[in-house]
T-cell receptor, first 115, second 114 residues
Framework: QKEVEQNSGPLSVPEGAIASLNCTYS??????FFWYRQYSGKSPELIMF????GDKEDGRFTAQLNKASQYVSLLIRDSQPSDSATYLC???????????????FGTGTLLAVQP | DGGITQSPKYLFRKEGQNVTLSCEQN?????MYWYRQDPGQGLRLIYY???????QKGDIAEGYSVSREKKESFPLTVTSAQKNPTAFYLC?????????????FGDGTRLSIL
């Protein structure tokens, strides 16, 4: 069973601090990774995606991927109370001999940014 | 505007009743998905379709049925065989690129039992 694991939290950080959200995945063949933000009662919205080892920055967000360790992280700089939400990590399934567009989602980490 | 439209936003099901949730997209996406989310839980895949007139079971397909007669539409029927249907149902879609394309979500439908 392919899995994506996240700490459910809550992760509490003060306003202005860096929030670090982590995710591990079991499918060594996964090539693509996605971070979604989900506010309470709402649907997930895409924040970032990353395919290559290393860092990818977009505004206050940085995604980090380490395929050797099967580890993905999301850093949020200058955290704001409006960043308080559940963050879902997702991995694309590997395609050994087949074609699939499916993603495997983690259960999410609840982030609480304290004013 | 391009997007994914789910309707209705709230739905109530009576005992023994089948109900159908609508999902329409005008993004020209190839693949469409249905997920179920229970409170405090992650997303569980019910069914997905990568091409018109073809669909595959996900992890929790029992008690659900789908059709994909048009590229832009992927309705989900929750049958009376689904004994615990109360959940938040999310429809998603993306271009087909072997898992490299992000999935985009509709606003969801909340289903409850009367």
């Amino acid at each position: 069973q392919k899995e994506v694991e996240q700490n459910s939290g809550p992760l509490s950080v003060p306003e202005g601090a860096i929030a670090s959200l982590n995710c591990t995945y079991s499918d060594r063949g996964s090539q693509s990774f996605f971070w979604y933000r989900q506010y309470s009662g709402k649907s997930p919205e895409l924040i970032m995606f990353i395919y290559s080892n290393g860092d990818k920055e977009d505004g206050r967000f940085t995604a980090q991927l380490n395929k050797a360790s099967q580890y993905v992280s999301l850093l949020i700089r200058d955290s704001q109370p409006s960043d308080s939400a559940t963050y879902l990590c997702a991995a694309g399934l590997s395609n050994y001999g087949g074609a699939t567009n499916k993603l495997i989602f983690g259960t999410g980490t609840l982030l609480a940014v304290q004013p | 505007d391009g997007g994914i439209t789910q309707s209705p936003k709230y739905l109530f099901r009576k005992e023994g009743q089948n109900v159908t949730l609508s999902c329409e997209q005008n993004l020209n996406h190839d693949a469409m998905y249905w997920y179920r989310q229970d409170p405090g839980q992650g997303l569980r895949l019910i069914y997905y379709s990568q091409i018109v007139n073809d669909f595959q079971k996900g992890d929790i397909a029992e008690g659900y049925s789908v059709s994909r007669e048009k590229k832009e539409s992927f309705p989900l029927t929750v049958t009376s065989a689904q004994k615990n249907p109360t959940a938040f149902y999310l429809c998603a879609s993306n271009l087909f690129d072997r898992g490299r394309e992000p999935q985009h979500f509709g606003d969801g439908t909340r289903l409850s039992i009367l």
